[in-house]
């Protein structure tokens, strides 16, 4: 009979665990399914950009303040900075804790990805339920899926830059904020 309430309480938690994935899963959810690679780099070279291109990803999937500290550099500059988003390294935990707050089963795969100079340009689709809150909005498991484009540069191991641009009319009219 005790046995009851003890599954009840871990069914009832099991989505919001399935939703969290340790910084190695959250990294492999994210590897791109196809990668184009400047013929001109050496391997060591392509390695070195993508480490902390990988942990980026990675963190979009569990926020994880590791894999973020791993990616980002101490003078990182978002040069698509919305309204109320912290410039730098905070910016990116602000908007993570957000969007996972919203949708915590967020999953961000790569479905590209271009590695040229410094630069490496990723097309990446976001998928989740919307049960969580967002700008006052409570959700109602409404289904999230759309993409986004980032470049980023990299420099002496870690992303200086971001440019990113994100398909959020997709996102707004998905969670019932936009027609």
């Known amino acids: 009979m005790r046995l009851i309430p003890a599954l009840a309480l871990l069914v009832a938690a099991t989505p919001a665990l399935s939703a969290q994935v340790d910084d190695r899963a959250a990294i492999a959810i994210a590897r791109p399914r196809a ?13 070195a950009l993508l480490k902390p291109v990988e942990a980026f990803y ?12 791993q990616a980002i550099a101490p003078g990182f500059i978002d040069h698509a900075l919305p309204p109320g988003r912290p410039q730098g390294p905070k910016g990116p935990m602000v908007a993570a804790r ?9 999953r961000v795969a790569v479905t590209q990805r271009l ?12 998928t989740g339920h919307f049960t969580g809150t967002f700008q006052g909005r409570k959700g109602a498991g409404q289904p999230i899926d759309f993409i986004a484009t980032d470049i980023l540069a990299v420099r002496s191991g870690r992303i200086t830059d971001n440019w990113h641009l994100e398909d959020n009319l997709t996102f707004m009219k998905q969670i019932d904020a936009a027609k």
């Open 35 to 47: 990668q184009i690679v400047d013929r001109s780099l050496s391997p060591a070279t392509v390695a």
């Open 58 to 69: 990675g963190f979009w999937n569990n926020a994880s303040q590791t894999l973020l500290d």
């Open 98 to 106: 957000a969007f996972l707050g919203a949708v915590p089963d967020l």
């Open 115 to 126: 590695v040229v100079g410094d630069r490496v340009v990723s097309a990446l689709h976001f």
